[in-house]
């Protein structure tokens, strides 16, 4: 039985490059998250310090691993199609 | 609390449901082939997609369930917005790509699409079908709980009600009709909370409690003539009954005063009195107070973002833990007492309220809770299948940034609303789920309807996502590939409708089997199992050549079973079976930490020892 892609998938010269950028910022945004659970489990009490406006670093931190979430996804898209549009010589239908 | 049907809530679900149905048989005619049932036909448009993928991900666990944690239990409800969010990171960088480049209909496909093995074809489907029935169960009892306050119907209604509703949205025209309803409610929800928290912001915080509040009286003991005085042994604490004019109420003894607590009595005639009254006479209310603010403010008026936070953390709190519950035996009346605790903000501005990390297994259960949460939404098999509704790479790509946007700004509006129904009380003592809804109540009653109208929506998207992924799994995992049925494509159509129809079936049974329980319960866990059973595989795959057909097999068996076998003989299950919870074989109740890298060296070790097997395969990364 046959698993291919239901829409056809033309092929991209980029993937390789991209994976290899996806897998790095994936381990800096982990890092930034274990950041916070190790805060969280190891050193509880430095949650309730105010950082910003009196708001502490527990909300802070928790609404930034989101803001931070979007703006890294935003950056990856934009580099990932310019690379797209260096490395394949027609550009992928959308 | 007492409920009474809104006709404007009618209304406004009726037109919705209508709606929504009419939009399902329009798109029938374009679901006739496989690929048009199962993915659309592979041509949503990117950001169709994206909404749709939050409108799947936003599930009752979301929006009724963390609402509802934070409003009881503060920022711990917040923790899974920050996992659930996180976790789209891992789909973005490291699985939407390749699941788009690898798959057809199915993640199967994808896992499968080196190898071509029976192993991988069985296990993949069993472990879709396990992760989607164990995330059907809690979004079935969320419809459930949301109809009785909508309509005024009974709980077993509901249920049955979304049941049918889905299983015609899936059974008529599959995965174009599903994502549609996902645009829809993803974007609608998305809207409203907005609304709603911008009204919480508005409105500020103020230590008045509103008229429909359970505001308690205190009166001195020497002033009162007890028909009852009752120590509870469990909670310490000691309660006396009052009577006047028929009807008997319980306050809890506090020095020389008594301060009032509300009581539902299921008298040994089989009536069940709230706060002494029949259900009609509506004494039961909702609860939730500022008890003072910071520098004895009344009421601060509209605030800004990070004021009303600061201003929390400086507040005091009266709240009404699940676990505050005291239950009695008065003369064969049973007897449920619903007791308060005044918590300092500051302390439930911060983790630790349901989670407690003193203790070693504390910090042990946090981090497998994170854990599985930040690794369980690349693994979940209804969100898998999304990246075969568009049309390039480049498109799956796009569509899961609109998703991280649209989930991550509503993930941070869940502060407002849940912090909203804790210090506006709108929370009803007997069923946290309600409090996002019951908080619009507080504003309007078109407002609350619109909101309830949108969480049943909620409920709809999300089982009609999993259904079409459980039929997925069942008509062209199992049937086409693993048992070499020989079917047409509309043959695999009519095979994918009546696996939607059983699945729906015993999603509706589950969910009446599982009424009451804590919607977000059973979703921390499926995201556990499915990080357990398929992250794992989808990993190994695309990142280790060695990686053998045997060796995901395996993992995927091991990963579901282990994390199934740690989650049934747990504390918390051991509470539901309504055996003692210190008598459970372990104190884990997040599996994650051990079934995740177990999952993973069963895989390696696996393929290791049946390296053999992948002589002469191409490699796909």
Redesign the interface.
């Known amino acids: ?7 056809k ?2 092929k ?1 010269n980029s ?2 490059w ?2 290899k950028l ?2 790095k ?2 381990w800096l ?2 890092a930034i ?1 274990m950041g ?2 190790g805060i ?3 050193a ?1 009490e430095t ?2 310090m ?1 950082v ?5 670093l ?2 802070i931190y ?2 930034a ?3 931070f ?2 703006v ?3 950056l ?2 934009r580099v ?2 310019k690379k ?1 549009d260096e490395m394949n010589p027609k550009k ?3 | 609390m007492n409920y009474i049907a809104n006709p404007i809530a009618i209304a406004i679900f009726l037109a919705f449901v209508g709606f929504v149905l009419g939009m399902s048989f329009y798109y029938a005619r374009k679901a006739k082939s496989a690929s048009g049932y199962f993915a659309a036909g592979g041509n949503i448009h990117w950001f169709v997609n994206g909404i749709a993928f939050a409108g799947d991900y936003l599930s009752a666990a979301s929006f009724l369930g963390i609402c509802g944690m934070i409003a009881t239990m503060g920022y711990d409800g917040f923790l899974y917005s920050i996992g659930y969010l996180a976790g789209w990171i891992v789909a973005l960088f490291v699985v939407a790509e390749p699941m788009k480049r690898l798959g057809k209909y199915t993640f199967t496909d994808a896992l499968d699409s080196k190898f071509n093995s029976k192993g991988i074809q069985l296990m993949a489907a069993i472990s879709t079908l396990a992760v989607s029935l164990f995330y059907l169960i809690p979004q079935m009892v969320g419809a459930g709980s949301l109809i009785t306050p909508l309509l005024g119907l009974p709980q077993w209604m509901g249920v049955v009600m979304v049941g049918a509703i889905v299983i015609t949205i899936v059974a008529t025209a599959g995965m174009t009709s599903t994502t549609y309803v996902q645009f829809l409610k993803g974007g609608l929800l998305i809207i409203f909370s907005t609304l709603l928290s911008v009204a919480v912001l508005h409105r500020g915080l103020s230590t008045e409690p509103r008229p429909e509040t359970f505001s308690p009286q205190t009166m001195a003991m020497a002033d009162a003539t007890p028909a009852a005085e009752i120590s509870d042994g469990k909670s310490g604490l000691t309660f006396v009954k009052l009577e006047a004019d028929g009807i008997s109420n319980w306050w809890i003894k506090r020095g020389d005063m008594l301060e009032e607590v509300q009581s539902v009595t299921k008298t040994a005639g089989g009536e069940t009195l709230y706060n002494g009254a029949p259900k009609g006479d509506n004494k039961f209310k909702s609860v939730g107070l500022v008890a003072k603010l910071p520098d004895g403010q009344v009421k601060t008026g509209p605030v800004g973002v990070f004021k009303y936070f600061a201003t929390i953390q400086g507040s005091e709190i009266v709240r009404y833990p699940a676990g505050k519950v005291a239950k009695l035996e008065v003369g064969g009346d049973h007897v449920e007492l619903y007791c308060p605790e005044t918590t300092k903000g500051e302390d439930l501005m911060v983790p630790g309220q349901k989670f407690k990390t003193k203790d070693g297994i504390g910090k042990l259960n946090f981090i497998s809770l994170m854990l599985a949460l930040f690794f369980g939404t690349a693994s979940l098999p209804h969100i898998l299948i999304r990246y075969y509704t568009v049309p390039s790479q480049r498109a799956a790509r796009k569509s899961t940034i609109v998703a991280i946007a649209s989930i991550g700004f509503f993930y941070v509006l869940t502060l407002f609303m849940g912090l909203g129904a804790m210090t506006l009380g709108v929370i009803d003592v007997a069923d946290g789920n309600m409090s996002a809804p019951l908080l619009a109540k507080a504003f309007s009653p078109v407002l609350f309807a619109i909101i309830s109208a949108i969480a049943f929506a909620t409920v709809l998207g999300t089982v009609s996502g999993l259904i079409v992924a459980a039929s997925g799994a069942v008509a062209h995992d199992l049937m086409d590939n693993y048992m070499n049925v020989s079917m047409t494509d509309q043959q695999k159509v009519k095979a994918g409708k009546i696996a939607a129809v059983v699945v729906g079936v015993i999603a509706i049974i589950l969910g009446i089997l599982f009424q009451g329980m804590n919607v977000s319960f059973l979703v921390g866990w499926a995201f556990a199992v499915a990080a357990s059973a398929n992250l794992p595989s989808i990993i190994m795959l695309l990142f280790w050549k060695n990686t053998t057909a045997k060796g995901i097999a395996w993992s995927i068996g091991v990963g579901m079973v282990s994390a199934l076998g740690i989650i049934l003989t747990s504390p918390d299950m051991y509470a539901q079976y309504g055996l003692d919870k210190t008598t459970a074989l372990h104190g884990l109740n997040q599996p994650g930490i051990v079934s995740i890298p177990l999952s993973f060296i069963v895989l390696v070790v696996v393929s290791l020892i049946t390296q053999k097997e992948n002589e002469g395969l191409q490699d796909i990364r």
């Open positions: 039985m046959l698993h291919g892609p239901a829409a998938v033309e991209d993937s390789v991209k994976a996806g897998i910022l994936f945004y982990c998250y916070f659970v969280a489990v190891f509880p949650m309730k105010p910003l406006a009196g708001t502490n527990a909300i928790g609404i691993l989101i803001v979430a979007i890294l996804g935003l990856y898209n990932c199609t797209e992928e239908a959308e």
